[in-house]
């Protein structure tokens, strides 16, 4: 396990801007982190992606397709999808949560979606599938479970998250892979805190608030990041994972939130609806069948500086495939453009009048 290097720049509330470096590379938080849950994002070409300073990849799936001898062979998954930034690597344990399968003490029984048979991901396996992949941050194996299951469930789900915590980090051996535990509890401020406790105890390079973005309301997920933070050392990164819609984004960056990941910038896109600023629109909308503007004013991406809304429309509703690529791009650097913006304005000590201002457009 490496030791990030993290160096606050600035505070404004609880929102907060870090340099972080790790293996040679740096960026600047706060960061979204496009899903490529294969090594790639549905329709868009890595290249494209040239403000991306890390992606997510997803160990349930790259260790079933192509597999751990393949990836291994090239090197690992930087290599194998010829990426030169850095990579985050899941654990596993969102999909104990999203694709039906057995939670045991031991692990998560998976029944593999390819083929029907099933197989343990253990928390030993998570670390050595993520060790192979060789991505430069790891996440411990955690026990997800529904947002509304019984407190008596939630402190289970802790319990078990805390062993495997602690297997993953004493077998964890890639000095150039830092390591983060998963913090769960449900909507349970207490059993936050003890799963906080734990996490701190076993020292991670970083700490990701779990279980959240599966159901609760705004109000819940908001109180219980706040909650959470305010227990987290100052000095390393937080992480609240699959959030992604840009109201969301700013609300937790507000509580002192520093990463995030989210298939929504690109799921939303190839269903047609645009990221403008905090809001969207449905491009399939007949009035912007002769539109000669960009999808929005002012956006530097690719698409906007190319192509008229007229066409981008033309290419969804007559080749749909398309225009997933150009509509995926927008939302993807939208979405980072926000974010490049909310960094600057916490540096100037203007976070509540971006805020405000960004929200009310």
Known sequence: MNNINLELLAVDGKARVNKVKINNHEFNTPIFMPVATRGSIKSVNLEQLSD?????????????RPGLDIIKDFGGLHEYINWDQLILTDSGGFQGWSIPNSQTDDGILFKNIYDGTKFLMTPELSIHI???????????????????????MQKQAIINTNIWAKKAREIHNNKNQSLFGIIQGGKY?????????????????????????I?????????????????????????VMGVGDIKSLINLIELGVDMFDCVWPARIARHGKIINRAKYF???????????????????????????????????????????QFLTIHNIYQTQNIINEVRESILNSDFDNYKEKLLNE
């Open 215 to 239: 159901g609760e309301t705004e109000k819940e997920r908001n109180e219980i990041v706040s909650f959470t933070t305010d227990l987290l050392p100052v000095d390393k990164l937080r992480y």
């Open 130 to 152: 993520q060790e192979t992949l060789n991505s430069n941050i790891a996440m411990i194996l955690d026990q997800l479970i529904d947002i509304n299951a019984s407190k008596d």
């Open 189 to 213: 401020k207490d059993l936050r805190e003890i799963s906080t406790k734990n996490m701190l105890e076993i020292d991670f390079n970083g700490y990701a608030i779990g279980g959240l973005a």
């Open 282 to 324: 449905n491009l399939k909308n007949s009035k912007y069948k002769n539109i000669k503007d960009p999808l929005v004013e002012d956006c530097n991406c690719n698409t906007c500086l190319n192509f008229s809304t007229s066409y981008m429309r033309h290419l969804l509703i007559n080749e749909p495939t398309s225009s997933w």
């Open 52 to 64: 991306t300073k890390i992606i997510l990849g997803n160990t349930y799936h790259l260790y079933l």
